[in-house]
């Protein structure tokens, strides 16, 4: 193979992701631009890549969802292993959602009732 045909290959490495999310762009590429960042983030369970994603995604900003983003990159290299005081992943359905999850959700479809 020629040196130029090598050098014109591109290798996407692929990251893991979530056991429900898959990895969003923006996401991998905070995490692809830190060696030590990504080696933290492959050192994640898969339930704990699902919830920081599921963490980032669930906003509904953009500036919210860069902040996120920015404080996961952060948390781990803080060694800190799934995001802090948040509800958890709803989008999984080998669990059932516990009943202070239920209650909190309940709650917050009442006030969003009660913006419209």
Do not use: Q
Request: overall charge positive; some cysteine; hydrophobic content about 30%.
């Amino acid at each position: 193979m020629k040196n130029t045909t090598r050098r014109s290959l591109i290798i996407k490495k692929e990251i893991s992701s979530g056991v429900v999310h898959t990895l969003p762009e923006d996401l991998r590429n905070a995490l692809t631009s830190n060696k030590e960042v990504l080696g933290k983030w492959e050192n994640l369970t898969p339930l704990s890549r699902n919830e920081w994603i599921c963490w980032v995604i669930s906003v509904k900003k953009d500036d919210t969802r860069k902040e996120h983003i920015d404080r996961l990159i952060n948390e781990l290299k803080e060694g800190k292993r799934r995001p802090c005081c948040w509800l958890g992943c709803i989008h999984r359905k080998d669990k059932s959602l516990s009943p202070s999850v239920r209650g909190i959700l309940h709650r917050r479809s009442k006030k969003f009732k009660k913006k419209i």
